[in-house]
């Protein structure tokens, strides 16, 4: 070998080991010295995929069952005022969304556009999440039609249905025929206060198609406690009742609620 290629090869090594300290001396350090988190972009203790899986509260979406939007309807209040709802499915018992926007649009029987209304939800864990927009306006157009869609990408999270710990009884429907009115009693089952619940309700005829729906609040429920949530409508029921949802509708936590 001669002495030009020694050189040559000497100041290759030299160059090549200069940014293998300068690169790869931090990336190391970082990988032997800094303990593995879910925010490092990293797939490492046990994660199925970079922050997510394994023990980081972000699910690796590849390992969950899809999810579907059943069915998104308007349901006309009075001239120009509709209420809309979606029934969003979710399979999967222990991931959930905690925020993500939405949009629902609503058309008339021409297919042009009368009314859009936008909002942010949460998506529970194992169950249908009723999501219900009231009072949409649309001018003195009627609305056939009505569309619902995700505006963001879904954020999945290891998360518990908190709304398990409500249950609802004694459900009385009365006055289909002249002003129509249901009631039912909420009780919070668990050992913890639950703030911000929200009960739907869904009117099915004896087909199984919706034909009205409407929500109400309440502000907080202690634990244990009881209390009445009433629905009303203006105006007589237009078809026979076949079936009544009444869904709470909580936020989902990060951690199992005692019952």
Known sequence: MSWALRRRLLYIFGVVAFFGIVVGGPLAYKYFTIPPTCTDGIQNQGETAPDRGGPCPFVDERALSAIG???ARGFRVRDGSYNAIAYVQNPNVQAGVRSVHYQFRLYDSTNVLVAEREGSTFIMPGGITPIFEGGISTGNRIAARTFFDFTDALEWERLYPAA??????????????????ITANIT?????????????VVVFDTAGNAFTASQTRVA???AGEMT??????PD???????????????APTATQRAQ
Do not use: E, H
Request: glycine letters at 4%; proline letters at 9%; zero cysteines.
């Open 69 to 71: 939007t059943l069915w």
């Open 164 to 181: 398990d710990a409500i249950s609802v009884t004694n459900m009385a429907l009365t006055d289909t025929a002249t002003s129509p009115r």
């Open 236 to 250: 007589p029921y237009p078809l026979v009742v076949g079936r009544v949802d009444i869904t709470p509708v909580l």
């Open 228 to 233: 009445k949530v009433i629905f009303t409508w």
């Open 188 to 200: 919070n089952t668990s050992v913890a206060p639950v703030q911000d619940l929200l009960v739907s």
């Open 220 to 222: 907080r429920l202690g």
